[in-house]
DNA sequence: GCAATGTATATTATTTTCACTATATATGAG
DNA sequence: CTCATATATAGTGAAAATAATATACATTGC
């Protein structure tokens, strides 16, 4: 089995990163983030997630709407509800990257500098 | 050496959350996606920085600025001129998800599916 | 068919971001 | 001190994001 060693070089190429800044652009939410965070467990409906978020069921289905037309995530109709899952492969790799720093340094790893 | 094994069940700290919601929306925007691209390079002022991107000089200071105000890049006096460079190694991890991304799965990872 | 539940959309007001122009500040050279 | 270079900020207007309320649509069970 080969392990890609992804060099500091690799140009990020104009069409990714556009593509790329749309998704993460998603993630710049605080309550988006933790949805994704939340789906990544699993699928959820709606209701379920608008729970648990404490948000409007609007709102949270204006966040589902945007990600999921930026790809972050998708859905399937199961009877009256709506099931949302993470579409995207990248959006496991930026969270596992969240989590990692967050167990790595710590909550102050992010700590404003200037 | 150990590697620590990120299990998927971390969760993510409301705070940590709500400041790496604040640097992920700074990557949302293009323009500050590609000037850390250029970035993790190496330090570079503003006036190289500007023509790089082919942004003008205000505009250029200001995403430099925010992105400052967030603690993702710091800088440092050089004569003249104002170096500018990562100051978050959370940048670089996330930099590199992309980079891994674009090479595993292509330009099209990042493809609208709905 | 009707009512109940679950989800999506429309409308609107507020706020935030973005990008531009003009101007101010800081450093170095002379 | 003066000029040139480099950077930062102020002020403005247009565009986009956010969040709230009201309403529409879809599915299920009766």
Redesign the interface.
């Known amino acids: 089995m080969m392990e890609?060693t992804?060099s500091?070089?690799?140009?990020?190429?104009p069409?990714?990163?556009?593509?790329?800044?749309?998704?993460?652009?998603?993630?710049?939410?605080?309550d988006r983030?933790?949805i994704v965070?939340l789906l990544?467990?699993g699928e959820h409906c709606v209701s379920s997630i608008q729970e648990y978020m404490g948000l409007s069921q609007p709102i949270t289905s204006q966040h589902l709407k945007q990600m999921?037309?930026?790809?972050l995530v998708?859905r399937h109709r199961e009877g009256n509800k709506m099931m949302y899952f993470v579409?995207?492969?990248?959006i496991f790799?930026?969270l596992?990257?969240?989590?990692?720093?967050?167990?790595?340094?710590g909550?102050d790893?992010?700590?404003?500098?200037?």
């Not at 500091?8 to 190429?13: G, P, R, Y």
């Not at 999921?68 to 790809?71: A, K």
């Open positions: 890609a992804i500091e070089s690799v140009k990020l190429d069409v990714f990163l556009q593509k790329a800044a749309g998704i993460i652009k998603m993630l710049g939410h605080p983030l933790r965070e990544q467990t999921r037309q930026r790809g998708s579409a995207n492969p990248l790799k930026l596992t990257c969240l989590r990692d720093t967050q167990v790595n340094m909550c790893a992010l700590s404003l500098l200037d």
